[in-house]
């Protein structure tokens, strides 16, 4: 703002010399010839200097509508679900990879890479929880109002409940026929698992449902409980010596 009121002034200066210069009048005639080149030339003389202010003027306009827009993206941003969303992200993020940390130490490497087996079919099983029912929700609710939207998100709590109850009796009655044929997890893990598994599910669809009705602090503060709560827990299994991979797959239930 300074600096564009001192151009400013700089070019209203210049503007009415240029005015005065002009509008001088001198009836003789050597002297009329003499102003009318003296005028030419400090025409000529200014033309640079003008473009020069203008180019400056311009310069200035141009950074303050530049920062303008910035200040409103970043205001937008912070008031906007984008920064509760992206909170959530890292503080998910982080404690997944405080917990990996915690689980090679607690457990070893051959029961860790047994975790990882496990959690993988994990994330696959939610992938296709992801594909049929959350993400149908996030794209069809957001169309509907009042009544008809919560009807919708009912229904599709109803479905995300027997879904968890599906994927529930699915993995546990495969990992027991499977235990017929090799001991490579035991009964209680792959029931825990199982269990694991269901309300995995569960909590996910919580999380969107508050994203869905812009409810940021409610699903900080349930991921805070899935996430951060289930870090400190393995953290204390581990060091009291009492980590398992039943144990494991028990506090991730939470």
């Known amino acids: 703002n300074f600096e564009f009121r001192i151009l400013f002034s700089l070019r209203v200066a210049l503007n ?40 400056a003027l311009r310069s200035v ?17 912070f008031r906007g679900r984008s920064a509760t969303a992206l909170a959530d992200q890292v503080m998910i993020s982080g404690s997944n990879f405080l917990t990996n940390i915690v689980l090679v130490r ?15 079919l ?8 992801m594909s049929f029912v959350a993400s149908p ?3 069809i ?9 919560r009807q919708f998100v009912s229904g599709m709590l109803a479905v995300q409940l027997l879904a968890s109850l599906l994927v529930f009796a699915l993995f546990a009655l495969t990992g027991a026929a499977s235990h017929i ?3 490579f997890y035991s009964l209680p893990c792959i029931f825990a698992f199982a269990f694991c598994v269901g309300t995995f599910q569960l909590q996910d ?19 805070f409980i899935s996430y951060f709560v289930q870090l400190v827990i393995l953290f204390i299994l581990w060091r009291g010596g009492d980590l398992t991979l039943f144990r494991t797959f028990l506090v991730m239930c939470i």
């Open 205 to 223: 669809w919580l999380r969107r449902y508050y994203f869905l009705y812009n409810k940021g602090k409610f699903a900080i503060g349930s991921d």
């Open 16 to 55: 009415s010399h240029i005015a005065a210069v002009t509008t001088a009048n001198n009836p003789r005639g050597r002297m009329q010839k003499k102003t009318d080149t003296s005028e030419r030339q400090f025409e000529t003389n200014l033309v640079p200097d003008c473009s020069q202010i203008n180019g």
């Open 61 to 77: 306009n141009d950074k303050q509508m530049l920062k303008g827009r910035l200040s409103g993206l970043l205001a937008r941003f």
């Open 137 to 139: 929700m996030l794209s």
């Open 122 to 129: 994990l994330l696959y099983a939610n992938a296709l929880q």
């Open 141 to 149: 609710a957001p169309l509907m109002s009042g009544k008809e939207k």
């Open 181 to 183: 044929f090799t001991a």
């Open 106 to 120: 607690g457990l070893g490497l051959e029961e860790y890479g047994k975790y990882s087996i496990a959690y993988v």
